[in-house]
């Protein structure tokens, strides 16, 4: 079956914009949650949704935000970038008793 | 300080060896204990999912976890050059794999 899709893979934005991060889980998986990965902080949970309500958060400014659609797909959106907002971000599809990670959307601030 | 303990590494052996990655964390909490591996430019990859304390082999894979000392361990026998990658630990309080915390990862090269 497919894998966790994840788009686009890189950009490049500057301080102050705005971005929108996309995830399309696997065919049946419902929960999909979000994670920020930096070199000193290593990988940090931002958000889980569930059928198109957020369910758990993780500590992260309000500037990160989130949805899931009803096909399961989700977006995350991050205001105002500030350059400590460049990492790498992952989303994970989980579904019976399954986790699998996306490749990852590679965002630099500038 | 951070609830998951890991050193980054790099951790160098020569192909066939044991190698042993090692976490430590200070949440009581948390239930469940999984490895991942991720290579460079992927996301990280599902290696090992236990619950609460003992042991779990895979092939050349074992895990084990002891809750007592808020510790746990990969073990990967005969390692071979496609072992170098980055291991992360993770655990979880909640049910299975939500709301993740990870460790910094633990950079492993497998020489041939």
């Known amino acids: 079956k497919a894998g966790v899709t994840q788009t686009p893979r890189y950009l490049i934005k500057t301080r102050g914009q705005q971005v929108t991060l996309s995830c399309s889980p696997i065919s049946g998986h419902r929960s999909v949650s979000w994670y920020q990965q930096t070199p000193g902080q290593g990988l940090q949970f931002l958000f889980e949704?569930?059928?198109?309500?957020?369910?758990n958060k993780g500590n992260f400014p309000g500037r990160f935000s989130g949805r899931q659609f009803s096909n399961s797909r989700s977006e995350m959106n991050v205001s105002t970038l500030e350059l400590g907002d460049s990492a790498l971000y992952l989303c994970a599809s989980r579904g019976n008793n399954e986790q699998f990670f996306g490749p990852g959307t590679r965002l630099t601030v500038l | 300080q951070k609830e998951v303990e890991q050193d980054p590494g790099p951790l160098s052996v020569p192909e066939g060896a044991i190698v042993s990655l090692n976490c430590t964390y200070s949440n009581s909490a948390f239930q469940y204990f999984m490895w991942y591996r991720q290579y460079s430019r992927k996301g990280p990859e599902l290696l090992m999912y236990t619950y609460s304390s003992g042991n779990k082999e895979d092939g050349r894979f074992t895990a084990q976890v002891d809750k007592s000392s808020k510790y746990i361990s990969l073990f990967i026998r005969d390692s071979q050059p496609s072992d170098s990658a980055t291991y992360l630990c993770?655990?979880?309080?909640?049910?299975?794999?939500?709301?993740?915390?990870f460790g910094t990862g633990t950079r492993l090269l497998v020489s041939p």
């Open positions: 993770a655990m979880s309080a909640g049910k299975g794999f939500q709301k993740l915390v």
């Open positions: 949704y569930f059928s198109e309500t957020q369910r």
